[in-house]
C-alpha cells in the first residue's frame, strides 16, 4: 500500500495529545524536548521524541557533554502504514540535520515491559547494556526509585504503603541499553562497548503485558510484534 510520509516540527499541543492518546504510558516526557511530527498522508499520525533523558549520567561513559547526544524518550504514534523503523530513521536524520553538533542517541527498552529492542536491532543500533531494575510498582504503575525520592524524599516500600500507597517489588531485569552514534569517531569508540542483541522474550512471558499496538523505547515507543 502506498503511501506519503512527512516529518516536520510539532507543537507541545500536538506532542501532548499523541502521548497521551496513543502512548501506553498515557504522559509527556518532562524536561525539554524536541518534537518532531509524523503525517501520513496529510493526516497527523504521532510523533518521536527526543529529550535529555533522566539519566544526567547518560553520556558519561562516552566522554560527550549535554549537547553532544540525547536520548529518544518517545514514539507515539496511532494506525499507520509506514514501518516504524522507517519513521525513526528519518525523524533521526531530520533532528541530526538541524542539530550537527549531535553526535549519539541512546535509547532503552524495557524488558518488564516485555520489550527485547527489535525496533533498535532492526536498524542497526548498538547494544550496549542492560541495567539494574530500580523500580516499584505504585498503585499499578512503574514508577522509578529516582522519582519517588524525588517526589516524596524517600523510596521506601513500608514508608509508601504506610502512607496508603499500594505497593509492589519490581523482579527481573532492567531496561536494555542501545546506542545510535551519528558519526564515524563516535562509532569507532563505542563499538568495543557492543554486546549480542537480547533475543525477544518468549510469548508466555508476556500474558501479563497489554498490547496497546504501541513499541518501547524509555521505557516509551510503539509496541509491535518486532520490538
Not at 108 to 127: L, V
Not at 195 to 203: G, T
Request: glycine letters at 6%; a positive charge; proline letters at 4%.
Amino acid at each position: 500500500m502506498s503511501f506519503d510520509l512527512k516529518i516536520d516540527w510539532a507543537s507541545h499541543k500536538a506532542a501532548s495529545y499523541a502521548c497521551k492518546n496513543w502512548h501506553y504510558s498515557k504522559s509527556v516526557p518532562v524536561g525539554k524536548l524536541v518534537k518532531v511530527g509524523v503525517w501520513e498522508n496529510k493526516i497527523f499520525i504521532g510523533v518521536v521524541l527526543f529529550g535529555r533523558g533522566a539519566n544526567k549520567n547518560m553520556l558519561k561513559p562516552y566522554s560527550l557533554n549535554a549537547d553532544q547526544g540525547c536520548e529518544l524518550v518517545r514514539i507515539a504514534l496511532t494506525n499507520h502504514i509506514a514501518p516504524v523503523s522507517k519513521i525513526m530513521s528519518i525523524a533521526i536524520s531530520y533532528l541530526k540535520k538541524s542539530n550537527p553538533k549531535l553526535e549519539l542517541i541512546v535509547s532503552y527498552a524495557d524488558s518488564n515491559q516485555g520489550h527485547h529492542g527489535g525496533i533498535y536491532q532492526a536498524t542497526n543500533w548498538i547494544y550496549a547494556y542492560t541495567s539494574k531494575l530500580d523500580a516499584l510498582i505504585v498503585n499499578g504503575k512503574q514508577v522509578h526509585r529516582k522519582t519517588l525520592y524525588s517526589r516524596y524524599g524517600h523510596s521506601s516500600v513500608d514508608k509508601l504503603t504506610a502512607a496508603g500507597f499500594k505497593v509492589e517489588k519490581l523482579s527481573g531485569q532492567g531496561k536494555h541499553c542501545y546506542l545510535m552514534p551519528l558519526n564515524k569517531n563516535i562509532r569507532k569508540k563505542i563499538i568495543p562497548l557492543s554486546k549480542p542483541y537480547p533475543k525477544r522474550v518468549k510469548k508466555q512471558a508476556l500474558e501479563n503485558h497489554s498490547n496497546t499496538g504501541r513499541c518501547d523505547s524509555d521505557p516509551h515507543a510503539p509496541i509491535q510484534d518486532d520490538c
